[in-house]
């Protein structure tokens, strides 16, 4: 049954009476929805007709990298799906890992715009492909023969494209190249809330949510953010009304060396706009409400007022739709093969063999099962236990992401708002002042006001100041001069202003704790643990499994030294680490993140939330560097340091480098040498587990890159997703 525009206004109408006691419903008028239309308006994405077999080579282009010069850069590069199709930079990555010139676009509802690019230059979304492939500062191939020729030798592609285009002499044309991709990306729609509420779903905004919509209608937005993908349909100057507060990208007039283009720029679509910052052609905001600021006062000449600009975000966060992973994913066809699976057990039976290491566990995933398992060495202290497949490791720092997602159910319900003060839900955090000097002589320290409060976003993207000692020479020297608890200790500089590593997410796990009023490991283990199926990961050890607990190792200058297992395991629950775990049960883990929240079946998150998890949430800062203050427990760390960003509980490779996981892959590790990475791209988890310190030793950190040279070097043989 259809339901049109004007029955949403009646129902609306009705839902007002819903009951003594009820707050009446905030009433949208038939006139100001006159002006959008549901996602399934567009014909294009109501009527998809591209052949399956299309769509399914489409998904395979979409992931090659080797149709780029150098073989390293992929239309999901600059696009990554499972992030609402957008790098989180202020420009999109480019090739050898320069920046293009302008933030990149969703490539999620895009068709039925009036043209592509934010300055147009491309009418439809082939020809925005084929650019893209031909660009030098993108994926620099030199021609369209260049690109035939590559595929043409690929036996997959061969058979891929005379499925797609069955009848053509030679399917392989840089003509059916676009046409592919753009068949698939025809298919990444995000219908949301939004939608049913046009449908005839009255209940599908809240009355906040409407209060919003009936400001953005005030403000007079609509005039250019209108129809089915919320704009998109038109060009406007920037800074119709007062002077845009930045004239160095003069817009389409560099494309059409038109003066009257000056400029001018496509009108972006708002769909998924609160997931996709930051914001505007040139990346430069990273706040949505500074962008509705913004947009308000340059084009409409209107000071928004704090209020209304909070309701504005408030609606449009309800154009955000689920992202549909089943369709970005496609079948599960990441492959390891037998070759592949032999040179990984070469290479850790040899580090054990050449005393490099004396232990290790290893587990290769894709999104749905493991395709690698190896265990090599030893267990024990005395090295007379050979390493069990299913042995328990104390994996500390890597308990942090597990953390993070406990605090995001949190989130999910409203309890916790990420952009708060921490102090709201601990109080100890408020006024936390930041340490400028240390006296060690005097036994004294001094300290200073922060500029601004410390909130949750900034202790789970490590961007709160607060460090650790053997990471900081300021921290070590503090503790030598006070005794106070770490807990209490002054940050290392203003919130959000650099990032730093520390026990933030012990705060978080904190936090979990005051708000859910549950103990930390309660919550994680109904919550996080066991939906996953980790059913041998816990803060506790029991005398059952103590005998499956790997022994810790010291590199000395002899060499390892085993050190024994205690003869009673004394639990840290602490958000930050403590947790034990297998290498198996971390794999679930990593295959929840790989399919947007939930595995075989069960949910933990949502996909929005995976997608902020998963993202860069540094603005522009970087990860740092973190020195060896205490050498015995720590070289210099970590890997990416001076380029990587940082989401909620991950490491974000955000640059190419040869034999190494596909940028915007997320990874941590543990003081005891135990790390993960998930390769987004590739569809692809790793699990290395190790017990030797100190953090980051020379040879454990060689095992760590042989591991990705096997799985990573030979381009034309990498480990990928089939479409």
């Not at 009304?241 to 400029?263: C, F, I, L, N, Q």
């Not at 949505?288 to 913004?294: E, G, P, V, Y």
């Not at 978080?508 to 990961?537: A, Q, Y």
Request: hydrophobic share 35%.
């Amino acid at each position: 049954m259809t339901i049109h525009r004007a029955s949403v206004f009646t129902l609306l109408l009705a839902a007002g009476a819903c009951g003594p006691g009820s707050p009446p419903e905030v009433a949208v008028t038939p006139e100001a929805l006159g002006a959008f239309g549901p996602l399934a308006s567009i014909p294009e994405f109501a009527d998809n007709t591209a052949p399956h077999e299309r769509v399914a080579l489409g998904r395979m282009l979409y992931h090659e990298k080797r149709i780029s010069a150098g073989g390293k850069v992929s239309c999901y590069s600059c696009h990554p799906l499972h992030v609402y199709g957008t790098s989180h930079r202020r420009t999109g990555p480019g090739r050898g890992g320069g920046r293009v010139g302008r933030d990149e676009p969703s490539v999620f509802n895009a068709t039925g715009q009036v043209a592509e690019f934010w300055d147009g230059r491309a009418p439809d979304l082939e020809s925005a492909v084929l650019i893209s492939i031909l660009n030098p500062i993108e994926m620099d191939m030199p021609d369209a023969t260049s690109v035939v020729k590559v595929l043409s030798q690929l036996p997959e592609y061969v058979r891929a494209f005379a499925a797609a285009f069955p009848g053509e002499a030679r399917p392989i044309t840089i003509d059916n190249v676009g046409h592919a991709i753009a068949a698939f990306e025809r298919g990444l729609v995000t219908p949301s809330r939004w939608d049913a509420f046009l449908q005839g779903d009255a209940r599908a905004l809240t009355n906040p949510e409407r209060r919003g919509f009936n400001d953005f209608v005030a403000a007079g937005c609509p005039q250019c953010h209108g129809g089915a993908l919320v704009g998109g349909a038109s060009y406007q100057r920037a800074g119709q009304v007062e002077t845009w507060y930045d004239t160095s990208d003069r817009g389409r007039a560099a494309t059409t060396h038109d003066e009257t283009d000056d400029m001018v720029f496509k009108v972006p679509p708002l769909r998924d706009v609160a997931e996709t910052g930051p914001y505007f052609h040139d990346g430069s905001i990273p706040r949505l409400q500074d962008a509705i600021s913004l947009m308000g006062w340059h084009q409409l000449g209107s000071k928004l007022t704090r209020d209304q600009i909070e309701r504005i975000t408030t609606w449009l966060r309800t154009l955000s739709g689920p992202l549909p992973y089943d369709y970005i994913n496609g079948p599960d066809r990441t492959v390891l093969d037998a070759s592949r699976r032999g040179r990984l057990d070469s290479a850790l039976r040899e580090a054990v063999e050449a005393g490099k290491v004396p232990g290790v566990v290893a587990v290769v995933t894709t999104r749905d099962s493991i395709v690698y398992r190896g265990a090599f060495g030893v267990m024990d202290a005395s090295g007379q236990q050979p390493m069990r497949p299913d042995a328990i490791f104390e994996i500390a720092s890597m308990t942090k992401p597990i953390t993070s997602v406990g605090l995001m159910k949190l989130v999910e319900t409203g309890a916790v708002d990420l952009d708060a003060p921490a102090s709201d839900y601990l109080p100890e955090l408020r006024n936390r002042e930041v340490l400028v000097t240390v006296d060690i002589e005097a036994s004294t320290f001094s300290t200073r006001p922060a500029d601004r409060p410390i909130t949750v976003r900034d202790l789970l993207r490590q961007t709160s100041g607060i460090g650790y000692s053997f990471a900081s020479r300021e921290l070590l020297e503090l503790s030598e001069v006070t005794d106070l608890p770490d807990r209490a200790w002054p940050i290392l500089h203003d919130p959000g202003t650099r990032w730093t590593y520390g026990m933030g997410p012990a705060f978080v796990g904190w936090i979990v704790e005051e708000v859910s009023g549950r103990s930390l490991s309660d919550f994680l283990e109904s919550e996080v643990l066991r939906p996953l199926g980790m059913d041998h990961t816990s803060f506790g050890l029991t005398p059952y499994d103590s005998t499956r607990l790997v022994a810790t190792y010291r590199r000395t200058s002899a060499g390892l030294e085993g050190l024994p297992r205690p003869a009673q395991y004394h639990p840290m629950i602490r958000g930050d680490g403590g947790l034990l775990s297998t290498g198996e049960d971390y794999a679930h883990f990593i295959q929840m993140i790989l399919n947007g929240g939930q595995r075989r079946g069960v949910r933990v998150l949502s996909e929005q939330s995976i997608s902020r998890m998963t993202r860069d949430q540094l603005n522009g800062l970087v990860v740092v560097e973190q020195p060896a203050a205490r050498p015995d427990w720590s070289r210099p760390f970590p890997l990416g340091a001076g380029r990587d960003g940082f989401g909620l509980g991950f490491e974000i490779q955000m640059g190419f480098e040869e034999d190494r996981p596909s940028p915007g892959s997320l990874s941590w590790a543990g003081n005891k040498n135990t790390f993960f990475w998930i390769d987004v791209e590739d569809q692809l988890g790793v699990v290395l587990l190790l017990q030797v310190v100190p953090f980051y030793d020379e040879s454990v950190i060689h095992l760590l890159t042989e591991v990705q040279d096997v799985l990573y070097g030979d381009t034309d043989e990498r480990v990928r997703l089939g479409g």
